[in-house]
Every structure is written in structure tokens, then in C-alpha cells.
């Protein structure tokens, strides 16, 4: 069947553990970052979101951190369940309020049971 | 409720034929956006629509695709003369937002996968 992954960088991670999935963007003219996650055979769902004017989020098993110098972008996702095993995309919104996004190359995370 | 849906799910076409696929967005959800996904690659942005108008269409790789959303609700985009790298996954996104507006969720559907021959 199809692959979202193929070809992807792969985490793997052991069911419990925390995971860190980083993403680099280009645009330091962007204000607005959101984390997708995308099963095989399915669209990209939204996990978390941030604005610029912010480095840390938080959500549901979920943290999103915010590196402006470096333009760098991670999701942390604690106690890593088999349910997590996806690909993992970071986006950029510099649209100026439209939300027109850009996609990363994404990440695909395995977790072992 | 009803989440995004597209139709067909999958679509094989002999090169040079036309294709539509086609989108239903959320009820009442005003931004509707399309984007393409080749193989191990994230999506990339097509197009977008606020209700029936189409305000972007700058990621339209060539003059053969054409999106529409005459209503403001279902969205067809056609591919004219179909190519072999026209292949790839086409996704179809909805948000409750207007133009300006941010921070709204997009919601994605399945997609359509699209095999040129």
C-alpha cells in the first residue's frame, strides 16, 4: 500500500518513552508554526500550534518549542503510545494572515511496542 | 460530524486524459484550500478559496489545473491532459476562517491518490 513515510527520516522510539521530533523552517518572516501528524492513507491532522511572540506550548502529552534564533521547531510527545506512529510534519504560516502554510519534509515516527 | 470528504479516493488515468476530484468541505467552513503530496514529500500548496472566490492560485504548477468552488462549498480541481508527474496524493483542506483571520485549524480529507500511466 501507499507510504506517507518513504524515504523520510525515521525516529524510533520504545512504547513509554518521550520522543523529540525537531524541524528546521526557512522563513524568519513567519509568525505562526503548526505540527501535523499524518497516518498512512490519511490527510494531516493538526496536533499543536504557536505563535512567533512565544517559545514554549503546551498541550495534551504534547510540547511544542520555539527557537527563533535558529529558526528551529520541536515537538516533544511524552510517553510515546503505539497510536503515535506516524509522520510528523512541522509547518510555516508567514502569509500574512491567511493561513496559506508551507510543509516540512516531515518525520516518521516509529514507536516498538 | 462530517469531516472533510473527496472523492474518488483513487483515480488511475492513461496520460493525456482530463481528471476532477472532488472536495466537500465542512458545513459553513468558509476557507477551502487544495494541496499536493508526491510520495514521501509533505503537501504543497495549490490553491485557495475564500467561499467562491479563488484569492490564490499562485501554486498551480501549470495552466492544465483549474480549481473552482462555484457555490462556496464543493470544489473541483480538474487536471487538463494528464502527465505522469502529475501523480501524487490531493489533498483537500477546510477551515472556519475568513481571509485574516489566524489561528484557525484546518482540517484535511483523506485525499484522492492520483496514478498517470
Known amino acids: 500500500g501507499e507510504s506517507v513515510g518513504l524515504h523520510l527520516p525515521t525516529l524510533s522510539v520504545q512504547e513509554g518513552d518521550n520522543s523529540i521530533i525537531n524541524c528546521a523552517y526557512s522563513?524568519?518572516?513567519?509568525?505562526?508554526f503548526i505540527w501535523y501528524k499524518q497516518e498512512s492513507g490519511k490527510g494531516p491532522q493538526f496536533i499543536i500550534d504557536i505563535r512567533s511572540n512565544m517559545d514554549k506550548r503546551q498541550g495534551q502529552r504534547v510540547t511544542v518549542l520555539l527557537n527563533k534564533t535558529v529558526k528551529h521547531l520541536s515537538l516533544q510527545i511524552a510517553a510515546t503510545q503505539p497510536g503515535d506512529s506516524a509522520v510528523y510534519f512541522c509547518?510555516?504560516?508567514?502569509?500574512?494572515?491567511?493561513?496559506?502554510?508551507?510543509f516540512g519534509t516531515g518525520t516518521k515516527l516509529q514507536v516498538i511496542p | 460530524g462530517a469531516g472533510v470528504s473527496q472523492s474518488p479516493r483513487y483515480k488511475v488515468a492513461k496520460r493525456g486524459q482530463d481528471v476532477a476530484l472532488r472536495c466537500d468541505p465542512i458545513?459553513?467552513?468558509?476557507?477551502l484550500f487544495w494541496y499536493q503530496q508526491a510520495l514521501g514529500q509533505g503537501p504543497e500548496f495549490l490553491t485557495y478559496f475564500q467561499n467562491e472566490a479563488q484569492l490564490d492560485k499562485s501554486g498551480l504548477p501549470s495552466d492544465r489545473f483549474f480549481a473552482e468552488r462555484p457555490e462556496g462549498s464543493v470544489s473541483t480541481l480538474k487536471i487538463q491532459r494528464t502527465q505522469q508527474e502529475d501523480s501524487a496524493v490531493y489533498l483537500c483542506a477546510s477551515s472556519l476562517a475568513e481571509s485574516k483571520t489566524r489561528l484557525n485549524e484546518q482540517f484535511f480529507g483523506p485525499g484522492t491518490r492520483l496514478t498517470v500511466l
Open positions: 458545513s459553513g467552513h468558509v476557507s
Open positions: 509547518a510555516e504560516d508567514h502569509s500574512g494572515g491567511y493561513q496559506k502554510v508551507t
Open positions: 522563513n524568519s518572516a513567519s509568525d505562526y
